[in-house]
């Protein structure tokens, strides 16, 4: 079975710090990883995609994959406590898009 | 991306009843894919409806359960049959937008079902 595994939390962080959210996947094969963001009481919104082993960084946002150890992260820079929210880690090990269960992240003022 | 929108937002139904979500798309996607998130979990592809011909389901999701209509490139219905409580979840329309297999997602509909 495929996995894609995230620790539920919660990650509490100070404004302005950064915030690391983790997660592993099980499929060496995967190919495509994506990060979303959830609110609560609402859908999944995309926030970064990342193919190539390395950073890859959108405003203050920066996402990180490592095939090797089979890891990826997403940084968030000087957290908002509007970042609050559950953030999936979601990754193609074939055709399929396969979800976490997500990080909950906890940005105090 | 894609504007979705998801038609009921929240429903409260009886055991036994069924339930139609629809779901349309502001542009033509060749799929339209239905999740279900439960509570406390998170999202569980049910199956992809392609225009034209019959839908793809997951393991452990069946037709007589949820079928699925796919009508045109911008509109797909998912009802939910025969419901009990443990069907109380929140199911999600989701579109492809892009190629890079990025999916994009309606605004959900709650559904309670007592």
């Known amino acids: 079975q495929k996995e894609v595994e995230q620790n539920s939390g919660p990650l509490s962080v100070p404004e302005g710090a950064i915030a690391s959210l983790n997660c592993t996947y099980s499929?060496?094969?995967?190919?495509?990883f994506f990060w979303y963001r959830q609110y609560s009481g609402k859908s999944p919104e995309l926030i970064m995609f990342?193919?190539?082993?390395g950073d890859k960084e959108d405003g203050r946002f920066t996402a990180q994959l490592n095939k090797a150890s089979q890891y990826v992260s997403l940084l968030i820079r000087d957290s908002q406590p509007s970042d609050s929210a559950t953030y999936l880690c979601?990754?193609?090990?074939?055709?399929?898009?396969?979800f976490g269960k997500g990080t909950m992240l906890l940005v105090s003022p | 991306s894609a504007v979705i929108s998801q038609k009921p937002s929240r429903d409260i139904c009886q055991r036994g009843t069924s339930l139609t979500i629809q779901c349309q798309v502001d542009s033509q996607v060749t799929m339209m894919f239905w999740y279900r998130q439960q509570p406390g979990q998170s999202l569980t592809l049910i199956a992809t409806a392609n225009q034209g011909s019959e839908a793809t389901y997951e393991s452990g999701f069946v037709i007589d359960k949820f079928p699925i209509s796919r009508p045109n490139l911008t509109f797909s219905t998912l009802t939910v049959s025969n419901m009990s409580p443990e069907d109380s979840s929140i199911y999600l329309c989701?579109?492809?937008?892009?190629?890079?297999?990025?999916?994009?997602f309606g605004p959900g509909t709650r559904l309670l079902v007592l």
């Open positions: 990342i193919y190539s082993n």
């Open positions: 979601a990754v193609i090990p074939d055709s399929t898009l396969t």
């Open positions: 989701s579109v492809d937008v892009g190629g890079a297999g990025e999916k994009y």
């Open positions: 499929d060496r094969g995967s190919q495509s």
